[in-house]
């Protein structure tokens, strides 16, 4: 069983930036493929970022440029900076695992978090 638990969500104006954490509970993180999802009020969720355990990533075009995921696999935790917010960016973030790396690009993953919400508003 893993645990995720997310953090860093919070309210930010255009432009800004913020950095999405996600604690990862269990022995074995290294292993996993870690991704950021996310699902805006009256929409399906959809991916943000994944990277794998040896630090392929994949990003949705429309955050391209702007977000980065990376992985501390000392600390148990993947993070999603977020650069050059926009009003669209706002949604409730989730953090997902998988020891596959294609369910976690798939949202299919086993293992999912909470979620937090990010806010882009002036």
Known sequence: QVQLVESG???????????LSCAASGSR????????YRQAP???RELVAVIGSGGTTNYADSVKGRFTISRDNAKNTV????NSLKPE?????Y????S??????RGISDYWGQGTQVTVSS
């Open 79 to 82: 993070y999603l900076q977020m």
């Open 9 to 19: 969500g919070g309210l930010v104006q255009p432009g800004g930036s913020l950095r």
């Open 42 to 44: 009256g929409k399906q």
């Open 100 to 105: 596959a790396y294609y369910r976690v690009l």
């Open 29 to 36: 993180f290294s292993i996993y493929a870690m991704g950021w």
């Open 95 to 98: 953090c997902n695992a998988d």
């Open 89 to 93: 960016d706002t949604a409730v973030y």
